[in-house]
């Protein structure tokens, strides 16, 4: 069985979705870190209420990123075969701690990627009247939202959605599209090896794509 890290930064949802399902042992992993880098972030509360332990490194507390990677390597403590799942994690990791688990570690990010990398792509999708909107798995690469890309959930905008509306419908997809990269990954059927990914042991050439 896998471990993995989980390192978030804000509401914690991916997160919390990811260890429930660990939980309710639909997903087989052991789960060795929960690191948020912000002591405020509300899902530090509601995960103590679950007696689901999280480390908080507040990154605001640290004079320099360096500083605050030593540290977080330090926890993270990656060996063979670990996963670091960032979910929510409003921070660039820098390449030795990619490097240190061979490349296995995987984002999550609100568009259809390589469509708006970066922040505030709901309101970009409203104010540039896409027709559709998604969420994309990747694995991560010293260049923010550019590692190769796993898989897409793609969702029709509707009409009368409005930045908040879309954000809101996207995020059930982001948990199920998590969800379904780990379970490929559990069932040995997705790899990640020398900066390529395999599905059923076949270099995969475009995303996986699920649709609502
Ligand atoms: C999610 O929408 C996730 O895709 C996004 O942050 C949000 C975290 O929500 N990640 C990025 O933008 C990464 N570039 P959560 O804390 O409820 O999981």
Same mark, same amino acid.
């Given at each position: 069985m896998n471990s993995i890290s989980i390192l978030f930064s804000g509401r914690g949802s991916n997160a919390h979705n990811i260890i429930d399902n660990i939980i309710q042992k639909k997903l087989k992993f052991n789960i060795k870190n929960i690191i948020c880098n #912000? =002591? #405020? *972030?509300?899902?530090i509360e509601t995960f103590s209420k679950k007696n689901i332990f999280v480390d908080v !490194? #507040? *990154?605001? @507390? $640290?004079?320099n990123n360096e500083n605050f990677n030593n540290d977080l390597l330090k926890k993270l403590d990656p060996q063979n075969g670990d996963l670091l799942l960032l979910c929510g994690f409003m921070k660039k990791i820098p390449a030795n701690i990619i490097k240190s688990y061979n490349g296995n570690v995987i984002n999550i990010h609100p *568009?259809? !990627?390589?469509? $708006? =990398? /970066? !922040?505030d792509t709901h309101s970009k999708v409203i104010k540039n009247g896409d027709s559709f909107h998604g969420c994309t798995t990747h694995f991560v690469t010293? @260049?923010?939202?550019? /590692?190769?890309i796993i898989a897409q959930y793609i969702i029709k905008v509707n009409s009368d959605d409005n930045e908040k509306s879309i954000a809101d419908r996207l995020l059930i997809f982001e948990h199920k599209l998590y969800y379904n990269t780990l379970e490929l990954i559990q069932c040995n059927i997705l790899k990640y090896q020398d900066k390529k990914i395999y599905y059923n042991d076949k270099i995969l050439v475009k995303p996986i794509i699920y649709n609502d």
């Open positions: #912000n =002591k #405020n *972030s509300p899902a !490194l #507040n *990154s605001n @507390d $640290y004079r *568009s259809i !990627l390589p469509k $708006y =990398k /970066g !922040l010293e @260049d923010i939202d550019c /590692g190769p």
